[in-house]
C-alpha cells in the first residue's frame, strides 16, 4: 500500500522553524539577490552593525547577538542606537526574497494542509513568501510568527494579520510592522499583542485537550538556554511527557544527535522521536500531506498494508514552481474529494 491510498485522517502536524531552516533554505537555492542570511553569531557582521555595537560598553557584547540585545536594553532601555539597530536590521532582512525556483520552504508549505500549522521564531520573510505564492494550491497551514517577521504586519484594533506596512484591499485596516527585537532573558510577550496571540495559538496547537496533534517537527531551533520564557511556554503547553505517550517528535538539525535530543529532553516520551539531518529524509518530504495518516499506520495499524505502508517521496529536482505543483495536485484532488 502507497500512502497515497491511505483514507484521509484528521489529526494535526505543527512545525517549529529556527534559524536553521531558513539557513538551510539558503544554502539549497541562495537568495535571489545572492545576500547572506545570518545567524544570530554574525549578524552584526552581515548587516553591519558593528559600527553601533561600538557604541555600547564592551563588556555587554556577547557571540549571540540576542544575548547582546538582552544586555544592552538591561544596560540603558531607552538608548537612541538599540532603535537604530532595530530598523538596520529590519531593512536588511526586508530586502531578502526567495528564489523563482522551489526551496524547502514551498516544500514545506505545500506537504502540509489546512489542518496543520508552521511556527516560526525567524525574522526573514522567506516563509511567508512561500506561502504568498503556493496558498491557491490546494488548503495550505496555519502560519504562527512567535518573534515578528518584516513580512508580516498586525492591526491590534481587528486584531487581523496583513502584509507589512500595508492597507487591506478596501484601504481601510493598515497592517502595522512587529516588532523584530525583544531582550531573550525577560521576554514579555504580553506587551505585545501580536505576539502574546501568536503564542497563544501555538500553546494551544500543542495542547493536548485542545488539538488533535501527533506529530511535531522541530527544523532548525536548537531550543537556547537563554530563550527561558519561549521555552518554558511551550513546556507549559506540552505538559508531562508521560501524558504524550502517542506523540511523535521528529528534529531536523545538523547538529550531533546527542545534543539535539539533550536539548529537547523535557519534550520525548521515551525513543518518540526521529532525527534526520536533511528536511528530504523527514516524515514533510517522504509522506508531503500525509503526515499524520502515517503516523496511524506506522503505530496504529488496523491491517498488515497499513503497518508497512510505502513512502511517497517528493522529488527533489523541480526546476519551476509548476512542476512542484504539477506533482502535488493528485494528492490536492483527493483531498477535495473527501
Not at 553569531?41 to 556577547?62: A, H, M, Q, R
Not at 536588511?92 to 514545506?108: A, K, N, Q, R, V
Request: aromatic fraction near 14%; hydrophobic fraction near 35%.
Amino acid at each position: 500500500m502507497n500512502i497515497k491510498d491511505v483514507h484521509l485522517s484528521g489529526g494535526s502536524h505543527v512545525v517549529i522553524l529556527g534559524a536553521g531552516a531558513s539557513i538551510a533554505s539558503a544554502l539549497r537555492n541562495p537568495e535571489k539577490h545572492g545576500l547572506s542570511l545570518p545567524s544570530m553569531n554574525d549578524l552584526p557582521k552581515v548587516c553591519g552593525l558593528d559600527g553601533v555595537l561600538n557604541k555600547f560598553p564592551e563588556n555587554l557584547i556577547c557571540d549571540n547577538f540576542e544575548a547582546t540585545y538582552s544586555n544592552l536594553v538591561e544596560h540603558d532601555p531607552n538608548n537612541y542606537y538599540l532603535k537604530v539597530m532595530n530598523d538596520m536590521i529590519y531593512s536588511y532582512f526586508g530586502t531578502l526574497e526567495l528564489p523563482d525556483e522551489p526551496t524547502i520552504y514551498d516544500y514545506l508549505v505545500m506537504s502540509l494542509r489546512d489542518k496543520d500549522a508552521i511556527a516560526t521564531f525567524n525574522w526573514d520573510p522567506f516563509l511567508y513568501q512561500a506561502w504568498w505564492r503556493n496558498y491557491h494550491h490546494g488548503s495550505s497551514p496555519q502560519m504562527i510568527y512567535l518573534h515578528g517577521n518584516v513580512a508580516v504586519g498586525y492591526n491590534q484594533e481587528k486584531h487581523m494579520l496583513g502584509r507589512a506596512g500595508m492597507y487591506s484591499n478596501n484601504e481601510s485596516i493598515y497592517f502595522e510592522p512587529t516588532q523584530l527585537l525583544f531582550p531573550v532573558k525577560h521576554k514579555d510577550y504580553n506587551k505585545d499583542s501580536f505576539i502574546r496571540s501568536s503564542w497563544q495559538m501555538l500553546q494551544d496547537r500543542l495542547d493536548k485537550e485542545k488539538c488533535n496533534t501527533h506529530n511535531v517537527t522541530i527544523f532548525g531551533y536548537s531550543a537556547p538556554v537563554t530563550d527561558v520564557e519561549a521555552l518554558s511556554m511551550m513546556k507549559s503547553a506540552w505538559g508531562d511527557i508521560y501524558d504524550r505517550n502517542l506523540e511523535q517528535l521528529e528534529f531536523i538539525d545538523i547538529r550531533k544527535e546527542k545534543d539535539v535530543i539533550n536539548s529537547w529532553s523535557e519534550f520525548i516520551h521515551t525513543h518518540h522521536y526521529d532525527y534526520w539531518t536533511s528536511f528530504f529524509d523527514s516524515s514533510l518530504a517522504q509522506y508531503p500531506r500525509r503526515t499524520d495518516e502515517a503516523f496511524f499506520c506506522h503505530f496504529l495499524p488496523i491491517t498488515p498494508e497499513e503497518a508497512f505502508v510505502e513512502p511517497n517521496p517528493v522529488p527533489l529536482d523541480f526546476k519551476t514552481l509548476k512542476e512542484m505543483w504539477d506533482w502535488y495536485e493528485p494528492l490536492i484532488d483527493k483531498e477535495r474529494r473527501q
